[in-house]
């Protein structure tokens, strides 16, 4: 984690300090190999960088085969008379059980966790770039905003410099989405200037109040559900910290640091402005945005163009597909029905709320939605 903001040095020599304090071998350095003079940061031995894929194969690997089940869409949870719990899915399926784990990535069950008040959904763009040099190794992520992260992968044989930023709310209207990848590009290529992008994605991670992953009882009107949410873009790590928490609470030998994950925590809120956020984007979508006039009108779409249009006197989300073809959707979302905005693009209906998005024809690709949007 490196720096080049002189105030962001301090921090980062107390924090390396910390880290030895607790047993972890971190050390401060300004002399790090990335092809650009950075002034501090801490370093950490010993480290993997691990295919997130291969893993997830390898965990799936040591379970009892027939265990996992695909294609099967869980649509609620409900608890019976026995006091054990019935997992409904969308094909009619039931899965009984003492135990649930919701680890949906956001919670798709509302009540009575309410999840939506305690988190929100950030999203980061990332590109994969032949940079025509030899590539520095390990790992590294700046310390200070705009937060600019850097790894290597290997496709087909070439090694590819991964680089990670552009972040912000999902659905945030007053992003210009189309300069995410322009400004990554735009840096890696005043560091590599004959670098070439070859492919680009953007992901979602959920952010809670404090910042700190939600791990633990889902509510405490419902003993033995679970959650697990809200990793901040430590996903590999965090999601093996929220297992074995789980599965010890589950045996009944709670872990030591359990209570720092605490996921029925709502007092004091830490983040009093984030909170005021969520409320003030919740208020503006559900209420607000839902009585104002549409700008643009179903003629002023281009093919390839999307936006909530105003039709026949009602507000829709239309994608012009082509010259003779249009496809409308309300736009509001199946969550908790806030106004969803037009993401340029992937082409996709995204929800300023709570991250769920749809793509153009309005089937739901991102919880915590359920369900697809309303064709017209």
């Excluded at 350095?29 to 295919?51: E, R, S, W, Y």
């Excluded at 409904?88 to 949906?104: D, G, L, P, R």
Aim: charged share 25%; net charge positive.
């Amino acid at each position: 984690m490196y720096t080049n903001n002189p105030s962001e040095v301090d921090k980062i020599r107390k924090e390396a300090e910390v880290l030895n304090k607790l047993g972890l071998s971190a050390f401060f350095t300004d002399d790090v190999n990335l092809p650009f003079k950075t002034i501090g940061a801490i370093g950490f031995k010993n480290q993997a960088q691990i295919h997130a894929r291969k893993y997830c194969l390898g965990l799936v690997n040591t379970l009892p085969e027939g265990t996992v089940y695909e294609n099967t869409k869980v649509i609620n949870i409900e608890k019976d008379e026995q006091n054990t719990y019935k997992t409904i899915c969308e094909n009619n399926a039931v899965v009984k059980s003492k135990y649930v784990v919701i680890a949906t990535h956001y919670p798709i069950i509302n009540f009575p966790g309410l999840y939506f008040l305690k988190m929100y959904q950030d999203k980061s763009y990332l590109i994969a770039v032949d940079t025509k040099q030899k590539l520095f190794d390990g790992m590294y992520i700046s310390a200070e905003e705009p937060v600019t992260s850097f790894r290597t992968a290997t496709v087909d044989g070439k090694r590819l410099l991964l680089v990670g930023g552009s972040g912000h709310k999902t659905g945030d209207t007053s992003v210009n989405i189309n300069a995410s990848y322009e400004n990554l590009e735009n840096y890696i290529k005043s560091i590599y200037p004959k670098a070439e992008v070859l492919y680009r994605w953007s992901t979602e991670d959920c952010v809670t109040l404090d910042k700190i992953p939600y791990i633990g009882q889902f509510s405490s009107l419902t003993p033995n559900v679970f959650v697990a949410t809200g990793y901040k873009k430590w996903g590999m790590t965090s999601s093996f910290v929220a297992a074995n928490t789980i599965f010890r609470e589950i045996i009944g030998n709670p872990d030591k640091d359990a209570e720092i994950y605490r996921a029925t925590r709502m007092a004091p809120i830490k983040n009093a402005k984030e909170f005021g956020n969520i409320l003030k984007e919740s208020a503006n979508s559900l209420v607000i945005n839902r009585f104002k006039n549409p700008i643009l009108s179903i003629d002023d779409l281009k093919v390839g163009e999307g936006g909530v249009v105003s039709y026949k006197g009602d507000k829709v989300g239309a994608y012009k597909k082509s010259e003779d073809e249009i496809i409308m959707v309300k736009p509001f979302c199946k969550h908790l029905g806030c106004q969803l905005s037009w993401n340029s693009i992937e082409k996709t209906w995204d929800c300023p709320c709570h991250g769920s998005r749809y793509d153009y024809e309005g089937k739901v690709i991102t919880e915590p939605s359920k369900k697809d949007l309303d064709r017209i």
